[in-house]
């Protein structure tokens, strides 16, 4: 499996208790959801889809709830 270290995950601030590996749960999860999202274009990478989800209130919904 190949990482991604597309959050900034470097110069994350976080670093006191459990919050560090809470986030990295939270990145994981969020990773998948983007993988699992389908798009209408054959290929389409993880950083395209944050991009989109960040732009497309509709798209992020779709990556968040499903549809």
Same mark, same amino acid.
């Given at each position: ?9 470097? *110069?994350?601030? +976080? ?21 699992? *999202?389908? +798009? @209408?274009?054959?290929?389409? @990478?993880?950083?395209? &889809? ?12 779709? +990556?968040?709830?499903? &549809?």
């Amino acid at each position: 499996m190949r990482l991604v270290n597309e959050a900034g995950e470097d *110069t994350s601030q +976080v670093r006191k208790n459990n919050a560090p590996e809470n986030l990295n749960i939270l990145r994981k999860i969020a990773l998948a959801r983007l993988r699992t *999202t389908t +798009v @209408s274009e054959k290929r389409f @990478s993880a950083k395209r &889809k944050i991009f989109k989800a960040a732009i497309n209130l509709e798209f992020l919904y779709s +990556v968040l709830f499903g &549809k």
